[in-house]
């Protein structure tokens, strides 16, 4: 009966409310872009949108997409296993191979699949996972779903992370795990040490490049390239739905033999549906497209040093970085949600975050750069950080 747990649901509710955690969405009307539109009737700049590469609305994908409608269909009704698989699928697995300079690539329906259906088909209760203490929601639960022993090791902490290594060294296999942008302080993980590490220690190194994939590194190829480490990585696994084009998608690419157990074992992979063939064919032209010209990296990397270089001489407490998110610490959680409102109002998107999303004291505003973004979108956006962060008493 629905009487019980109904009363005890509507408890959690209004106490979710009391706490201002409430999680309210914003409603959209127009595609996703640099300029939006609200059902508000309101038009305003998107800065929070994941959409680094400004793909989400790009021509050439959404004709891709329709081709693949007349060519394949609309859906493949099955796994990959059974009667999922087309010839798109294996050529998007190869163009993100390529891409990585891996060896071979799973496709999965998200990358938060991708995660946690890695680790346990590969790992069992004699290996130890040594996870950075930020990583992101999906590892943790991949992690949970496997009985390797657990390490942590503090963010980006290489020194806590030796400790963790040593400590780990009677398990038969080893793997230190972390994303590659952080996505709260936009830090990217030191790749360069984490690799040097695990090769003395002998342990597996995956990285999950959501974040970073598409953005950091000269040519957008992510970690690997940006520390100048290709080839030494033994996982990657990222998403389509970021910067790559922002619909759905994951993937998981790295060494032969990992992702061939992967497609026998891993369980997101065996009893969930495949992709459909208009995702993976946009995917496809995506990533002829990033193999042709860095020109949208170029105008990412630009717009992210204009906006950060700014703020920074406005006065603005900014978080250093490599990626496209710039945290703008408030310390405040009030102040971080009116802040956000009164941008809003001036017609600019940014969400405010605080604790528990962050820890207790570092609440911030984070921006989310893009080459979607022009120039005047984005000095809009500074001017109205000045006007805002002047009358809130944040700058001077
Ligand atoms: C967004 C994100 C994911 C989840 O990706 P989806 O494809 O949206 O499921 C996983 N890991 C990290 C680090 C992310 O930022």
Do not use: W
């Amino acid at each position: 009966m629905y009487g019980k747990i109904k009363d005890h649901l509507q408890k959690e509710l209004a106490a979710i409310q009391e706490a201002g955690l409430f999680k309210h969405e914003r409603i959209i009307v127009s595609p996703q872009q640099a300029e939006i539109k609200l059902d508000s009737g309101q038009t305003v700049l998107n800065f929070c949108a994941n959409n680094y590469l400004g793909l989400s609305n790009h021509p050439a994908l959404i004709q891709a997409a329709k081709e693949a409608l007349d060519t394949h269909g609309y859906g493949m009704s099955s796994v990959r296993f059974i009667c999922g698989t087309t010839d798109l699928h294996k050529t998007l697995e190869r163009k993100i191979a390529e891409f990585f300079g891996t060896d071979d690539t799973i496709l999965y329906a998200a990358c938060f699949d991708a995660n946690g259906g890695v680790f346990e088909p590969l790992l069992g209760e004699e290996d130890a996972i040594i996870s950075d203490s930020l990583n992101h929601a999906s590892i943790i639960d991949g992690v949970r779903l496997c009985k390797a022993k657990r390490f942590r090791y503090q963010n980006a902490d290489v020194k806590d992370l030796e400790a963790q290594l040593i400590a780990a060294q009677d398990c038969r296999f080893r793997i230190v795990v972390t994303d590659g942008v952080f996505s709260m302080d936009g830090n990217v993980a030191p790749m360069d040490k984490i690799v040097e590490l695990c090769k003395k220690y002998d342990a597996l190194v995956m990285v999950d490049e959501c974040h970073s994939a598409g953005v950091v590194g000269e040519t957008g190829r992510g970690v690997t390239e940006l520390f100048n480490i290709r080839g030494e990585v033994d996982i990657i696994t990222g998403t389509l739905g970021k910067a790559f084009g922002g619909a759905i998608g994951g993937f998981t690419t790295g060494k032969k033999e990992i992702i061939e157990i992967l497609r026998q074992r891993s369980r997101p992979y065996l009893f969930s549906n495949s992709l459909p063939p208009n995702v993976v064919n946009a995917g496809i032209k995506m990533f002829d497209m990033m193999s042709e010209t860095h020109e949208l990296q170029d105008k990412l990397h630009d717009n992210t040093e204009y906006f950060m270089s700014k703020m920074t001489a406005a006065g603005f407490d900014i978080k250093p970085t490599k990626s496209a998110i710039c945290a703008i610490m408030l310390y405040d959680a009030k102040l971080s949600q009116v802040m956000a409102s009164r941008l809003l109002e001036e017609g600019i998107y940014v969400i405010g975050f605080y604790y528990p999303v962050v820890p207790k004291g570092l609440a911030r505003i984070r921006v989310q750069l893009s080459a979607g973004h022009e120039r005047k979108h984005l000095d809009k956006a500074i001017n109205a950080f000045i006007k805002v962060g002047k009358e809130l008493g944040v700058i001077k």
